[in-house]
Structures are given as structure tokens and as C-alpha cells.
């Protein structure tokens, strides 16, 4: 027997107040301040369609980071190759990565 609060379920009550998590609408009489809440919750639409934006604009500016990253990094590893195939000088691949030479050079040498 589970409890809860002030009063205890059976494993046949249970299961009807599990079966009440999953219904559009909570009609069951045995539940009368859960029907509310849950009603309440399930019926806000306004606030279904926030928490739905709100991970959308997580998503599209997760990718968004990433790609930039992607791209920075993409951007380095080349200069970092024409300045190891002495295809460009290290002060202007520095330059270009918008860093100091010495800062630059960690990289080619790392």
C-alpha cells in the first residue's frame, strides 16, 4: 500500500490515478483536486507553445554556436597548413585569425 499525504492508495487506485496522468481529461470522480491541476496544466496552451519556443531557440542557437566554432576552428587548422607548407608567414596568418603572432605560433607549434 502506497502512501500518500494524509491518506493511502491501493494498487487499484494507483493504477486509476496513473491512468488519469494520461487522459485529455480527468473525469474521475476519486480524484477531484488532481482532475483540477492537471486540467489546468493540460489546458494551457499558452504555456505548452512558450515552453516549445523556448527549445526551438535553444536548438537554433546551439547550431548556430556550433557552426561558428566549426568554422573558427576549420579557418585555423587551414592557416595553421599554409604556415607549416611556409605558404604564408605566421605574422600574416596571425593577422587573419585576428591574433598575435605569438599566440598564433602556440598553435602551429601545438
Known sequence: ????????????????????LLEPVVTNPKFPALAKELQAEKG???????????VEEYGQK??????K???????????VSLVNEKLLKPADAARKANMS???????VQG
Open 44 to 54: 494551457n496552451v499558452k504555456g505548452d507553445e512558450s515552453m516549445c519556443k523556448l
Open 101 to 107: 603572432e605569438s599566440e598564433f605560433m602556440k598553435l
Open 1 to 20: 500500500m502506497a502512501q500518500h499525504g494524509l491518506f493511502s492508495l491501493h494498487g487499484s487506485e494507483i493504477a486509476e490515478l496513473m491512468q488519469c
Open 62 to 67: 546551439q547550431k548556430a554556436e556550433g557552426l
Open 69 to 79: 566554432e566549426g568554422k573558427t576552428a576549420g579557418t585555423l587548422e587551414t592557416l
